[in-house]
T-cell receptor, first 113, second 111 residues
């Protein structure tokens, strides 16, 4: 079991460029989440998915889009990157129902110049 | 939205000391998580609890539902315990599993 993996680990973008972050889990989890972590703030929810083909907005969704075409993958897209999106991005998934432990990916450090 | 407050923000200790990190929240919850984040960034779950107390090795987590408060204790602290400790809560009645996070407590343990 690889658990939750994220690709890439690091990325530098210029303002206006686009990119996709990939989160993959091999634990057959239904629920998946994208968070961002900024200095001095708690993790904040960007988007989440409660199953294949479903996505929903979290606390800070602006500037991001997501897709969950396959149960094991949750993609986070930035269509036109802005310096305010410089952050560390974490993906997480939940075993079984929503009341259970969350498993986190290793994070993606994104810098937008 | 659940407001989650942690204290202290930063904590420095000498090896062997007993450590306590506190977490309080504003709205009734169904579960509280304690997470650990090491330099390098990975986040791992230490505890998930909804009542009482849990123990794993030198780590103990307690929760008081009536007072909306939880504590994480580390006995006989060691430099390898140096990390950021994060408290997160799931609102009672939420079916989405989403968590609300505290800002974290940076713990540094010196040899």
């Amino acid at each position: 079991n690889a658990g939750v993996t994220q690709t890439p680990k690091f990325r530098v973008l210029k303002t206006g460029q686009s990119m996709t972050l990939l989160c993959a889990q091999d634990m057959n989890h239904e629920y998946m989440y994208w968070y961002r972590q900024d200095p001095g703030m708690g993790l904040r929810l960007i988007h989440y998915s409660v199953g294949e083909g479903t996505t929903a907005k979290g606390e800070v969704p602006d500037g991001y889009n997501v897709s969950r075409l396959k149960k094991q993958n949750f993609l986070l897209g930035l269509e036109s990157a802005a310096p305010s999106q410089t952050s560390v991005y974490f993906c997480a998934s939940i075993a079984g129902g929503p009341g259970n432990e969350q498993f986190f990916g290793p994070g993606t450090r994104l810098t937008v110049l | 939205k659940n407001e989650v407050e942690q204290s202290p923000q930063n904590l420095t200790a000498q090896e062997g000391e007993f450590i306590t990190i506190n977490c309080s929240y504003s709205v009734g919850i169904s579960a509280l998580h304690w997470l650990q984040q090491h330099p390098g960034g990975g986040i791992v779950s230490l505890f998930m609890l909804s009542s009482g107390k849990k123990k794993h090795g030198r780590l103990i987590a307690t929760i008081n539902i009536q007072e909306k408060h939880s504590s994480l204790h580390i006995t006989a602290s060691h430099p390898r315990d140096s990390a950021v400790y994060i408290c997160a809560v799931k609102d009672r009645g939420s079916t989405l599993g989403r968590l609300y996070f505290g800002r974290g407590t940076q713990l540094t343990v010196w040899p």
